[in-house]
């Protein structure tokens, strides 16, 4: 009875932690096959079926990684979310080892920052959908590993490190445009950072190598009139300052269910002690910080927005922010009752209240309550003008219907023929109801609770482009 006991205790932190991280592992791969796509999801596999350079609302690596993952696992939610989940395994190791890099006479902060990584929302919950923001963070670990090997490196080997830094953040920059602003900031650090960093030939190679793979993105930019970057950028313009209280408290708030509010206040406090040691920590993150505080002024800063900030974040906190021990139990708890949420739906919210289900949930069971409707009154077409809803339609592929998308964005899509149909089914969210008196509606439900109705009309001659063909 003694042995399991000897066993347990030649255990190490280390050996806890691989453990821990292997059935975090598991349960994200249950979640990822489990959980149904979500719109956005869906749109993204739509760009998967037409590679290209670009998209209009992102750069192509989560279509690309989309495309990998289907081709193993099918048109289904876990092949498209496979490559993601992959990637997620390695920014684990690549942050794990980036911070003992940084921080070599600190031996467990390598153990804190992935344990603080994966007890959060963000990363436990929100890195589990093929999103745009997956690849980026991946990529961001990687450019932050081989950031710590080149500052503790030198001649031909730091020059090597400084490649393979401009190599990661070229990638993020093709996941998602806001890498560009830790990129902002590693160059400020090289220049004006005090470590005489630009006088050496790594960070120059390291930028010529951000830049080759950072072409295909800016080919395509320029190829269609600068349109991706300007519809990121032009937010930049808008300017409500009456409202700017409430957009930086919904930032704020947005920030602590992300991170969960131990590890948040961790976090930010681990930042703020980097400037006077890892202060390129802080040089990462100082560009994405302003950038946000400045758009508060003219709208709000979506919570994902901020994850461009993560991998410097956890490094900061794990290293500078003291014992993690109660910020991880509580982030564990958090997570743990939101996997449950997610798999059963045990707390019963109202559809506003839960965005499990109002993103995820009876998407398969609408597909073919609007094929039944259409075939009822003799129509081969759907359309709509939401996008999201024209993917998420087009990916459960709803019997004898083509799918036709209004949005203009999908002119930015090649291989989606634009054409005019005489007779479609035409849908709309009808967000929560009520259905009007007489119309012609079907609900989208949860475990047969109504979460949502899209109101359905017959239109005649409508132009937009096919996304799917039955």
Not at 382 to 398: N, R, V
Request: with cysteine; net charge positive.
């Amino acid at each position: 009875m003694l042995k399991p006991v000897r066993f347990f205790r030649r255990w190490k932190p280390l050996h806890i932690l691989f453990c821990c991280a292997a059935l975090g592992l598991m349960v994200r791969l249950f979640l990822a096959a489990e959980v149904p796509l979500i719109p956005d999801e869906a749109y993204y596999w739509l760009w998967s079926r037409h590679m290209q350079a670009g998209y209009l609302d992102h750069p192509f690596m989560v279509a690309l990684w989309i495309r990998l993952g289907t081709l193993l696992w099918g048109d289904t939610p876990f092949g498209v979310r496979f490559c993601g989940l992959v990637g997620f395994v390695c920014a684990n190791i690549w942050l794990f080892l980036a911070a003992r890099r940084f921080f070599p006479s600190r031996d467990r902060v390598g153990g804190r920052a992935i344990l603080l990584l994966n007890v959060t929302l963000m990363a436990s919950v929100g890195l589990v959908p093929a999103t745009p923001d997956v690849p980026l963070f991946v990529f961001l670990c990687l450019m932050l590993w081989a950031l710590s090997g080149a500052l503790q490196s030198h001649g031909a080997a730091a020059c090597g490190w400084w490649v393979l830094c401009g190599i990661g953040l070229g990638l993020a920059a093709d996941s998602k445009y806001t890498a560009l602003l830790p990129g902002l900031g590693l160059v400020g650090f090289v220049l004006f950072g005090g470590r005489g960093a630009w006088r050496m030939a790594g960070p120059w190679l390291g930028g010529g190598a951000a830049a080759l793979m950072v072409l295909p993105t800016l080919v395509w930019n320029e190829r269609h009139g600068w349109a991706g970057l300007l519809k990121q950028g032009g937010r930049a313009s808008y300017w409500h300052p009456e409202r700017a209280g409430q957009f930086l408290g919904e930032l704020l708030a947005g920030q602590l269910a992300l991170l969960t509010p131990w590890v948040a206040v961790l976090c930010f406090m681990g930042l703020w002690r980097a400037r006077h040691g890892q202060r390129v920590l802080l040089w990462l993150s100082a560009p994405a910080l302003l950038l946000f505080l400045v758009n508060v002024t003219g709208e709000r800063v979506q919570p994902n927005w901020v994850w461009v900030l993560y991998p410097a974040l956890i490094l900061a906190g794990a290293a500078y922010a003291g014992r993690p021990r109660g910020a991880c139990m509580t982030g564990g708890i958090c997570t743990v009752l939101v996997y449950a949420q997610c798999l059963t739906g045990w707390l019963p919210l109202p559809p506003h209240m839960d965005p499990i289900a109002r993103l995820g949930a009876g998407w398969s069971d609408l597909a073919a309550a609007v094929a039944e409707e259409a075939e009822k009154a003799g129509i081969s077409c759907l359309a709509t003008d939401d996008y999201a809803l024209a993917s998420i339609l087009a990916f459960q592929k709803p019997q004898g219907l083509a799918v036709l998308g209004k949005d203009s964005r999908w002119g930015y899509v090649a291989g989606l023929p634009h054409e005019t149909v005489r007779t479609v089914l035409y849908l709309k969210d009808g967000r929560y109801g009520p259905v009007p008196a007489g119309g012609w509606a079907v609900w989208r439900k949860d475990r047969k609770r109504p979460v949502r109705v899209y109101l359905l009309e017959k239109r005649h001659d409508l132009s937009g482009w096919i996304v799917q063909r039955p």
